[in-house]
């Protein structure tokens, strides 16, 4: 909470333009989709569509967000590895985080109630399809692999990831949940810190 108190955080609604390709982007899949319906070819003015919103990652605005580049893990969790791997990287992460953080004021976030501040998000990266779904859907707080941003990560254990997300974002991040047919992200009950392993 503290680290992300220091970060610039937003989740305003795009603007006009951003809409916009963000409509057309949509309205060009639905079109590929019928097209591979009817004919199992992709539609021409849907590709034509396409090109003129160019890299749909442009559309992934928070996609920066809460990713500090000093803090970047040494591989993707949710790319394949072992557990111990994926904690050693979120050991290594916090540790950095903590350094940094040093000699900051915190201490108006020490005395705030977590619960009051955001909510509590586990992920699963062993169980992720990295269908890109909830990247889109969140404008890209997730990335592909479902995988929250780092900045936000504070344990892993069992599998499992665990993260805090500013009250400001929960509304996306509660986008992305709902499109993930894998479910391997999913809120956590703030109960689930008392029974954290060490």
Known sequence: MAWCALQTVTAGAPGAE?????????????LHGESYRKTGKPS?????????????RSL???SHQ???TSLMPRIEIG?????SERELVVNELIAKRR????SESVAGTSRMQPENQG??????????????????????????NNAPPWDTWFHFS?????????????????EGIDVNPEECIQWAEWSTLSSLET
Do not use: C, H
């Open 18 to 30: 951003a809409r916009r390709l963000r409509k057309l982007w949509d309205d060009a899949n639905l």
């Open 44 to 56: 021409r003015k849907a590709r034509e569509m396409q090109e003129q919103v160019g890299d749909y």
């Open 60 to 62: 992934l605005v928070l």
């Open 66 to 68: 809460l990713r500090t």
């Open 79 to 83: 790319e394949s590895a072992e557990d």
């Open 99 to 102: 350094a940094l953080l040093g």
């Open 119 to 144: 909510k509590l998000l586990a992920y699963w990266p062993a169980e992720n399809l990295a269908d890109g779904a909830a990247e889109y859907s969140s404008i890209g707080f997730f990335d592909q």
């Open 158 to 174: 069992n599998g499992r990831l665990l993260a805090w997300v500013p009250n400001v974002l929960v509304p996306l991040v509660q």
